[in-house]
């Protein structure tokens, strides 16, 4: 089945930093989502972007399909921005990355 | 608009006992998926419905795992009976077709 990469694994910033988070896939995909996972374990929708690129306040993602790769960039990061990003995807069927934990710092 | 919602926020049951989640999508969306998500890891695609069609239940352990969408509204999950391995939070999500999904709040469940 499709196989989907997230890099970095970990990553810690400080307040009012610039982060970019990447998502590489094996197979051409339908759909591909970024969803942040507070600490709470609450998912929440970012972006539905198939390709493209899109922006909502401080953050946009960017996906290239034929090269196979989403990013999803955050700038001037917030505590509040703490958690693990997931970008999942939808081929043949759904699966979600294995996560970047995101830790920022005060 | 109201949420996913799911029920109960947590569990915990000894093993052998079932236990049973309880998912209400949002209004109108036609697709249902129930997710698993271990410690420290990426959700788990379950089962997927097509209204009241189960369209993709290739990861759903099906000796103990089984699953319902009644009139493809609200969907129940159930292990029975349940093992130490199955402790995790149980996601539930709904989407009109397959575009942007939405997540519940997530059952925990604990079998000591």
């Known amino acids: 089945g499709i196989q989907v990469e997230q890099s970095p694994p970990d990553l810690i910033l400080q307040e009012g930093a610039n982060s970019t988070l990447r998502c590489n896939f094996s197979d051409s995909v339908n759909n591909l989502q970024w969803f942040h996972q507070n600490p709470w374990g609450q998912l929440i929708n970012l972006f539905y972007?198939?390709?493209g690129t899109k922006q909502n306040g401080r953050l946009s993602a960017t996906t290239v399909a034929t090269e196979r790769y989403s990013l999803l960039y955050i700038s001037s990061s917030q505590t509040t921005d703490s958690g693990v990003y997931f970008c999942t995807i939808y081929g043949q069927n759904f699966v979600f990355g294995p996560g970047t934990r995101l830790s920022v710092l005060p | 608009e109201a949420g996913v919602v799911q029920s109960p926020r947590y569990k915990i049951i000894e093993k052998k006992q079932p236990v049973a989640f309880w998912c209400n999508p949002i209004?109108?969306?036609?697709?249902l998926y129930w997710y698993r998500q271990n410690l420290g890891q990426g959700p788990e695609l379950l089962i997927r419905y097509e209204n009241e069609e189960a369209v993709d239940d290739s990861q759903l352990p099906k000796d103990r795992f089984s699953a319902e969408r009644l009139k493809g509204v609200d969907s129940t999950l159930k292990i029975q009976p349940a093992e130490l391995g199955d402790s995790a939070v149980y996601l539930c999500a709904s989407s009109f077709t397959e575009y942007g999904y939405t997540f519940g709040s997530g059952t925990r469940l604990t079998v000591v």
């Open positions: 209004s109108g969306h036609n697709t």
């Open positions: 972007i198939p390709s």
